[in-house]
T-cell receptor, first 109, second 114 residues
Framework: GQNIDQPTEMTATEGAIVQINCTYQTSGFNGLFWYQQHAGEAPTFLSYNVLDGLEEKGRFSSFLSRSKGYSYLLLKELQMKDSASYLCAVRDSNYQLIWGAGTKLIIKP | IAGITQAPTSQILAAGRRMTLRCTQDMRHNAMYWYRQDLGLGLRLIHYSNTAGTTGKGEVPDGYSVSRANTDDFPLTLASAVPSQTSVYFC?????????????FGPGTRLTVL
């Protein structure tokens, strides 16, 4: 079956750096997405990786290794507003998104 | 620019009742999707539509139906609601021909079936 694994919850300190990991086993691979979801709100798009390597976008970076079925989202200079759930999703061979359950990130002052 | 709107925002429904969740987008995206989100689980695809006039089944389609009469609207109908359909429902859309085909989400409908 298809599977996306992420840690359920992580805690970090304001101003620090945190890395959220995602491993996947899917039937085919056509790209990996990271979304941010604040409590009670809709998911919003953060990043997209289809080739191996690091994609940087401001304080957020996302890394992909297709051979390892692995990605991470790196958040730098953490702010209180970064407290949210972070969702990893993989587009499979049917061009559908398979979603992880999300990682709840708690930022402490 | 509204993006995607959903209605109602929330609803409490008696089991056995029929309910239609509405979704409208103004981005002229050709693909639209319905997901449900339950605590501890990832978003699960219910139905999708790659273009107006066509629909397809997702991972959890049973008990739900959709139609896509035009580009903008993609209603989701529960013919006879059951308590297991209590969930948060998100509609999304994407430009299927785009390079990344990123999905953009509506604000969601919180549905409780008693």
């Amino acid at each position: 079956g298809q599977n996306i694994d992420q840690p359920t919850e992580m805690t970090a300190t304001e101003g620090a750096i945190v890395q959220i990991n995602c491993t996947y086993q899917t039937s085919g691979f056509n790209g990996l997405f990271w979304y941010q979801q604040h409590a009670g709100e809709a998911p919003t798009f953060l990043s997209y990786n289809v080739l191996d390597g690091l994609e940087e976008k401001g304080r957020f970076s996302s890394f992909l290794s297709r051979s390892k079925g692995y990605s991470y989202l790196l958040l730098k200079e953490l702010q209180m507003k970064d407290s949210a759930s972070y969702l990893c999703a993989v587009r499979d061979s049917n061009y559908q998104l398979i979603w992880g359950a999300g990682t709840k990130l708690i930022i402490k002052p | 620019i509204a993006g995607i709107t959903q209605a109602p925002t929330s609803q409490i429904l008696a089991a056995g009742r029929r309910m239609t969740l509405r979704c409208t987008q103004d981005m002229r995206h050709n693909a639209m999707y319905w997901y449900r989100q339950d605590l501890g689980l990832g978003l699960r695809l219910i139905h999708y539509s790659n273009t107006a006039g066509t629909t397809g089944k997702g991972e959890v389609p049973d008990g739900y139906s959709v139609s896509r009469a035009n580009t903008d609207d993609f209603p989701l109908t529960l013919a006879s609601a059951v308590p297991s359909q209590t969930s948060v429902y998100f509609c999304a859309s994407s430009d299927f021909a785009g390079s990344t085909d990123t999905q953009y989400f509506g604000p969601g409908t919180r549905l409780t079936v008693l």
